[in-house]
């Protein structure tokens, strides 16, 4: 039982373009969501995160949009750099609850 | 700038052996997490940990898992009698607020156990 997918596996963006990675979630408790880069051999890191009562937050070039009614969020780079190659993970959790990642989607930042 | 440490970053170990993974999370954090990788999958939930005890499992963490907290500062995963499915990265995190839905997720840079 996938809660959360990232149904792209994977992503290629032209370096300057904006990258766009997407996520879906089944859980209707889930309330707050969170974005992880993680580049290979390393732990992922925390990105940027919203809560529930929002449906957009924004961080230097990271964008985050959450669609409440279609179960759906969003990660936009503007503008990608190489550096942003990595794979994203998309993370939820419910109030109590632990974070329950999707399964990621790499991305490929092209100079 | 803090962060959560692990140790090994790889160990080797033959089937049915002990392994034991360390973690020292940050030092005003509340909550304490592990978490895996399988290679090629996703990062899946072990365990979380608070006040002391388990406060939540998911199935991966049958009786074979253990955690420990045996001081003020390192959280331990201990599985007791590895299989070659053990095999993967884990990851240990921790988390400082203590109620409400905020509080990022920090992650160490993960222990890669590899199950012979």
């Known amino acids: 039982d996938q809660q959360v997918k990232q149904n792209s596996p994977s992503l290629s963006v032209q370096e300057g373009r904006i990258s766009i990675l997407n996520c879906d979630y089944t859980?209707?408790?889930?309330?707050?969501f969170l974005w992880y880069k993680k580049y290979p051999a390393e732990g992922p890191t925390f990105l940027i995160s919203?809560?529930?009562?929002?449906d957009k937050n924004e961080d230097g070039r990271f964008t985050v949009f959450l669609n409440k009614s279609a179960k759906h969020l969003s990660l936009h780079i503007v503008p990608s750099q190489p550096g942003d190659s990595a794979v994203y993970f998309c993370?939820?959790?419910?109030?109590?609850?632990?974070?329950?990642f999707g399964p990621g989607t790499r991305l490929s930042v092209l100079p | 700038e803090p962060e959560v440490t692990q140790t090994p970053s790889h160990q080797v170990t033959q089937m049915g052996q002990e392994v034991i993974l360390r973690c020292v999370p940050i030092?005003?954090?509340?909550?304490f997490y592990w978490y895996r990788q399988i290679l090629g999958q996703k990062v899946e939930f072990l365990v979380s940990?608070?006040?002391?005890?388990?406060?939540?499992k998911s199935e991966i963490f049958d009786d074979q898992f253990s955690v420990e907290r045996p001081d003020g500062s390192n959280f331990t995963l201990k599985i007791r009698s590895t299989k070659l499915e053990d095999s993967a990265m884990y990851f240990c995190?921790?988390?400082?607020?203590?109620?409400?839905?905020?509080?990022?997720?920090?992650f160490g840079e993960g222990s890669r156990l590899t199950v012979l």
């Open positions: 995190a921790s988390r400082k607020t203590s109620g409400g839905n905020t509080g990022e997720l920090f």
């Open positions: 859980n209707s408790m889930f309330d707050y």
């Open positions: 940990f608070y006040n002391n005890e388990i406060s939540e």
């Open positions: 993370a939820a959790r419910s109030s109590g609850q632990n974070f329950v």
């Open positions: 030092s005003n954090h509340l909550y």
């Open positions: 919203i809560s529930s009562i929002k």
